[in-house]
């Protein structure tokens, strides 16, 4: 198989994690509503566990200052504070049981950033050893799948009916083959 093959099936199956919720339609609804508070709590401590014990100590580890580091995590809360308050005026500011939780809208937002970068990491590394581009894939896959698992809940408690749940978490995860996409083509032109 050539990397460009290599670099589309791992997106494509990375894609399919996402659909990893579906476990979730095989559970009575009461069932479901029980776990729903814990899997949004492991969605925001997965978030956060990253923020604080990767992305951190890598930022200072590259020359960046504690102090700038923090400030910007601060602002990084601000600023998803602020968008998440926004979209709530902008969608619910009537009384409606339909309103979907911003929250839900901020998760498939991050998600796609997430699986995007995550594309273009895999894709660089199996452009540089095909070997390395699988194990850099069965690594990201081995925390992707508790994360869609959370994201997953995070929308059914914004207000999202399973379905569309599974399906725009599955678009979401298709920017991992965006990413690796881009990589692939980035390295053509080099």
């Not at 670099?7 to 339609?25: K, Q």
């Not at 207000?159 to 965006?178: D, E």
Request: aromatic share 10%.
């Amino acid at each position: 198989m050539s990397t460009l093959g290599y670099i589309v099936a791992s997106g494509i199956l990375m894609s399919v994690l996402a659909l990893v919720g579906s476990a979730t339609l095989l559970l009575r609804p009461e069932t479901l509503e029980r776990i729903l508070k814990p899997l949004v709590a492991f969605a925001a401590g997965s978030l956060l566990g990253g923020a604080f014990f990767h992305m951190l100590p890598a930022a200072t580890e590259e020359g960046l200052s504690t102090e700038k580091a923090s400030l910007w995590l601060m602002l990084g809360f601000t600023l998803f504070l602020a968008l998440e308050q926004f979209l709530h005026w902008h969608h619910c500011h009537r009384a409606s049981a339909e309103c979907k939780k911003p929250l839900a809208y901020l998760i498939l937002l991050g998600d796609g950033l997430h699986n995007f970068l995550g594309g273009l990491g895999v894709a660089g590394v199996f452009l540089l050893d095909v070997r390395l581009g699988v194990g850099a894939w069965l690594a990201a896959a081995a925390h992707e799948v508790p994360q869609e698992l959370g994201d997953f809940g995070v929308l059914i408690h914004g207000g999202w009916k399973k379905g569309q749940a599974l399906t725009f978490n599955f678009l979401s995860g298709l920017t991992f083959l965006a990413g690796g996409l881009v990589a692939f083509a980035a390295s053509a032109t080099i």
